[in-house]
Structure formats: structure tokens, C-alpha cells
């Protein structure tokens, strides 16, 4: 049986670990429910009621999302698997992990023809699943310690960032997967090799696997990461040795046989162009700038925090002051290089997105279920009363304003507000009043915040979300075209309004025009959908082609991602002149 590690950083002592040997020891034992696979299942079903609801109901959103699942659909349409496109445009940005992961899941319980979203979002939501159950598997040989681990899998899998992208047909939330299992080997090895006990080969090749694996989904930042850990190790513990352990060159000899088939396929498949406008178009622009006007000044993650990890951001003061007064213990070390510098890196980066700081919410989850679990730590000083109660404050500000907005959000861009959601609201409050005046056990107090989770996730995924019918305009325009669709063997061209999530939703042959259509792009369209503002210069470049319209039907709403405002759009019928 092969061989890997079993961790308990409180000696340091590492003992051999088979693959099928994560149960717990004697030291870690944590009561019968966390003994066996018991841990395992009672994670997974959390994430299963925090990941399903709302996988099919909410409709596809612009733009990244539908532009992902889109070009999956081509895909499957075409029969080539190697260049990426979005219609007729290539989109030489991310790699193909994530459309090949996609694709297996249409291919297997849907097809190219449905318009339907959730097989496309299935991967991320068992990626999101994945990524806490390895929480979990590392972070009890990392800590010693069941409990511990448990209530960080938990406070992972009920973070708000991670719910919202495994609901998304997008690259995070399998790649989050792919860097857990990566830093986790990386994590084993380095402390294996820091007490001097053999590091066996399936570890290290799990290491390797997985950045390959990381690589397929989103290029540079999986292994970057791990650089990124790697020389802040070396660096703090004046000790470059250990990096030997991982076989470096025979690592990198076999990512780069798993990387360079595709790579080599789609370099000829594009003309040579895919890495190059994979740099200078998404890469770079990043790097240097806020591009598409997704910038913010540092410390922006920061302050974010206390909404993307919610309902654990409530245990953020004690898991970093827990984790920075232990630094010099390797378990600790590990995680705060796995945490602190990379976050620093992304405060710094002029483009800041949400999800760009999804990575390093594990080792955030291991600190704090690390600090929960022993109570949080000796009889904390002045300044860590003082940056607690922040914390506190803020997120009671936090939970406040999710639970009012349960409520006024369906009644502002929707048409009713269930009860069940009231309830909901009201649950979510009552928890965290519950969770704030009281002092509850350490594994009862992650119950509570999984408990807030869901009684917050479940209304918002079967009813508010899918219920803003405003927002929802493409949608809308696809209700009212089934109404009225274009002859057959003709297509829909849509005029001023050009969403992903349209095209998605009423196929590939969909045209986007602008004002003034071209001859190749009227000839074979039945049905036009036009946008009100465009609407007069629209039929005038109509009569120099000989054609007329007649109005069918109008749709009303919001365009949220081109910056909310309303929009009416007309379905007219074309005619001759």
C-alpha cells in the first residue's frame, strides 16, 4: 500500500499514512460522529443543501458565466474541443479545463439543444464539494486534530464567495479544488521534510497532479500560489533542502506532458495566437491596469472578507491573531504563507474581482477552526479585544443588512416577497443574536453559522434570486420570443442589446447587430429584437434593404451588467417593404 504522511504538529512527529487511512487517531478523536467517513458524509450533505438549490433556477448571468457556457455549447455543437469560441470570436483568455469538465456534464445528462443551465454549473458545484472535503482530509493531518478540521470544512463550505461560484458555470470554484489538493500535498511534504522523515512519492505526485490540474483550468495563478509559498518558506526558515523533497524536475517533467499536448494542439489550432492574446488581452491588462473597470484600492479583499467568508468572517480576529502568535510552529507557518503574501499580492494588483482571493479561503478556514476549536486561544490582550469587537461590529452590520435584503431585494426588482423568505430573514437574525450574546461550545458555535447559511442560502436560491424578473431581461426576451419564434431555418437578430446569456439562452445562430444591421447579418433573420433607444435609426437602415417590421410583443427590465438601467426592447417580425 502506498504511503503518505500522517501529521501532528504538536510533537512534529509524522508517522506513515496509507490513502485509505484518514480515520482519526486516538489523539484526534472528537466523539462518535466525527469517527470513520462520519465527517466526510455530514460535510457533504451540508454542501449539498448550500450547492443544489438554485442550480437550475437561477437563470444564466452575463457576462462571464454565459460566455463559459456558451462556448461549451459550440463545443459540443462543432465536435472541436480545442479552440475556445464564443460564436464567431475566439476567446483566447483561460484554458480548457473547465469547457472539457462542462461538456462531460451536458454530454452525460443534457445536450448542446437545451437551454438549460445546471449541467454547465455542475462542476463547480462539485468542485466547491471537493474543495471541502480535502479541507477537511489535510487539515486534520495539518492540525492534529478532527474537530478542528471539521469546523473549518464547515465555515468553508458555508462561505458566501464559495456558494456564489458553485452556483456559476465559471472556472473557480473547480479550480479552488484543484489548489487544495495542491497545497495540501505541498503542506505535508514541507512538514514531512522539516522533521526529517521520508516524503514518499504518491504525495509528491499528487502535488504535481494537481498543479497540472490547475494549469488546465486557469494557467499561472495555481502555480504561482504554490512559488509564491514555497519561497516564503524557504525564505522565513533559512532553509531551501526541503524543496528537494518534491522532485522538481521530475514534477515538472510530468505537468508539462500533461499540459503540452492541448497547448501544442491549440497553438496550431489558432494560428499561435492563443497565448499570446491570453497575455497581452487578459493577463497583462490585469496586472497593469482595472481592467473592464473592475478596480479597487488595497484593502478592499479585506474589508470584503466579512461578506464573502460569512458566516465564518465572525472568527476572523481569533483565527489570525491565534495563527500569527504561533507562526514559528510549521503548521502554522505553512498556513500564513499559503495566506498572508498572496493576499498581499492581490491587494496590490490594480484589478480586483471577488473571487480573485477564493484560493486562500482554506488556510483562512484552518486558522479559524483551529482558533474555534480550542476556545480561541489564552485570555486575549487589549488589542485583540479591540480588533474582535471590530469584527463583531462589523459583521453584525453584515448580517443585518443580508437578512433585510432577503426581503426588500424581491420587492424592488421582483413581484412578491414569500413568506418562507420573511422567515428566512428572520431566522438568519435570530441566529446571529443567538451565536452573538451566548458561549457556546466550539463545534455548537460552527453549527450555528452552517445554520445561518442555509436558513440564508435556501430562500435566496429557490425564490429571490430566481424571482428578480427585472434583472432578468434576457430571460424575459426568451419567454416572450418562445411566444413568437422566427420562421424555421430563420434566426433571431438582436439589435443594440448583445448579453452572452441571450445568445445562451436562444442558441448560437443568434445574431448581435448594431443600429444598422449589414446584408450578411439580415439575410435568414425572421425576428427582431430591438432596443428601444436604437429603435428609429434601426427601420430607417431597414427601407435601404427593402424591409419593414411589425411589433409582436415588448419587453421591459434592467440591464444589471452594463450598469443597471432600464431597458425596453421590442420583438418585431420582418417583413418586405
Known amino acids: 500500500m ?62 462571464d458565466e454565459a460566455r463559459f457556457a456558451q462556448a461549451t455549447r459550440q463545443m ?95 472556472t473557480d470554484a473547480a479550480l479552488l479544488a484543484a489548489i487544495v489538493a495542491g497545497q495540501g500535498a505541498l503542506g505535508l511534504v514541507y512538514i ?41 518558506l524557504s525564505f522565513t526558515g533559512w532553509d531551501l533542502g526541503w524543496v528537494k523533497t518534491l522532485r522538481p524536475i521530475l514534477g515538472s517533467v510530468l505537468a508539462g506532458a500533461i499540459v503540452a499536448p492541448w497547448l501544442i494542439a491549440v497553438q496550431g489550432a489558432t494560428g499561435g495566437e492563443f497565448i499570446s492574446d491570453s497575455i497581452s488581452h487578459d493577463l497583462v491588462p490585469k496586472l497593469v491596469g482595472a481592467q ?120 424592488r426588482f421582483g413581484e412578491t416577497v ?22 457556546w461550545r466550539p463545534v455548537f458555535a460552527a453549527g450555528l453559522t452552517a445554520a445561518m447559511a442555509v436558513a440564508f442560502v435556501l430562500p435566496a436560491a429557490l425564490y429571490v434570486v430566481p424571482g428578480l424578473d427585472s434583472l432578468w431581461l434576457s430571460r424575459s426576451a426568451a419567454v416572450a420570443l418562445a411566444h413568437h419564434p422566427p420562421p424555421p431555418g430563420e434566426s433571431v437578430l438582436s439589435v443594440g442589446y448583445s448579453e452572452p446569456s441571450l445568445v445562451f439562452l436562444l442558441g448560437t445562430a443568434t445574431r448581435l447587430a448594431t443600429a444598422a444591421p449589414s446584408d450578411r447579418q439580415l439575410r435568414g433573420a425572421g425576428v427582431a429584437l430591438v432596443n428601444e433607444r436604437y429603435d428609429p435609426e434601426f427601420r430607417r437602415s431597414l427601407l435601404k434593404h427593402g424591409l419593414t417590421v411589425r411589433a409582436l410583443d415588448r419587453v421591459e427590465g434592467r440591464d444589471y451588467s452594463a450598469g443597471g438601467g432600464k431597458l425596453v426592447l421590442t420583438i418585431y417580425r420582418l417583413e418586405p417593404d
Open 192 to 232: 514531512a521534510a522539516r522533521a526529517g522523515r521520508h516524503v514518499s512519492l504518491p504525495l509528491v505526485l499528487l502535488f504535481w497532479l494537481a498543479e497540472a490540474a490547475a494549469i488546465l483550468l486557469k494557467g499561472p495563478p495555481g502555480p504561482l500560489l504554490a512559488l509564491l509559498t514555497v519561497a516564503v
Open 76 to 170: 459540443l455543437e462543432t465536435g472541436d474541443f480545442i479552440r475556445i469560441r464564443f460564436q464567431d470570436e475566439a476567446r483566447n483568455k483561460k484554458p480548457i479545463g473547465i469547457y472539457w469538465l462542462q461538456a462531460a456534464a451536458v454530454a452525460a445528462l443534457s445536450s448542446a439543444e437545451s437551454s438549460a443551465i445546471w449541467p454547465y454549473r455542475l462542476p463547480s458545484a462539485l468542485g466547491a464539494l471537493l474543495a471541502v472535503l480535502l479541507t477537511f482530509g489535510f487539515g486534520s493531518r495539518f492540525l492534529g486534530s478532527r474537530p478542528a478540521a471539521f469546523i473549518a470544512s464547515v465555515l468553508l463550505a458555508s462561505a458566501l464567495g464559495l456558494i456564489a461560484e458553485a452556483h456559476l458555470a465559471k
Open 292 to 411: 473592464e473597470a473592475h478596480g479597487a484600492p488595497p484593502g478592499y479583499y479585506l474589508a470584503l472578507t466579512v461578506v464573502s467568508f460569512w458566516p465564518g468572517s465572525l472568527f476572523l480576529g481569533p483565527a489570525l491573531l491565534q495563527g500569527w502568535r504561533r507562526r514559528r510552529a510549521e503548521t502554522e507557518r505553512f498556513l500564513l504563507a499559503w495566506l498572508v503574501p498572496a493576499w498581499i499580492l492581490f491587494e496590490l494588483v490594480p484589478t480586483k474581482l471577488p473571487h480573485y482571493v477564493l484560493p486562500l479561503y482554506p488556510a483562512l478556514a484552518l486558522l479559524a477552526g483551529s482558533a474555534v476549536a480550542e476556545g480561541f486561544g489564552s485570555r486575549p490582550s487589549s488589542s485583540a479585544r479591540f480588533v474582535n469587537g471590530v469584527v463583531k461590529f462589523l459583521w453584525a452590520a453584515v448580517t443585518f443588512a443580508l437578512a433585510v435584503g432577503l426581503v426588500v431585494l424581491p420587492e
Open 2 to 63: 502506498h504511503k503518505l504522511l500522517r501529521v501532528v504538529p504538536a510533537s512534529r512527529h509524522i508517522a506513515p499514512l496509507t490513502f485509505s487511512e484518514f480515520a482519526p487517531t486516538e489523539r484526534d478523536r472528537g466523539g462518535a460522529w466525527l469517527q470513520g467517513v462520519r465527517p466526510y458524509i455530514l460535510v457533504s450533505l451540508l454542501c449539498l443543501i448550500l450547492y443544489v438549490p438554485g442550480l437550475a433556477a437561477i437563470p444564466p448571468l452575463d457576462r
Open 418 to 439: 414569500p413568506a418562507i423568505v420573511i422567515a428566512g430573514g428572520l431566522v438568519v437574525f435570530g441566529l446571529a443574536l443567538t451565536l452573538l450574546l451566548q458561549q
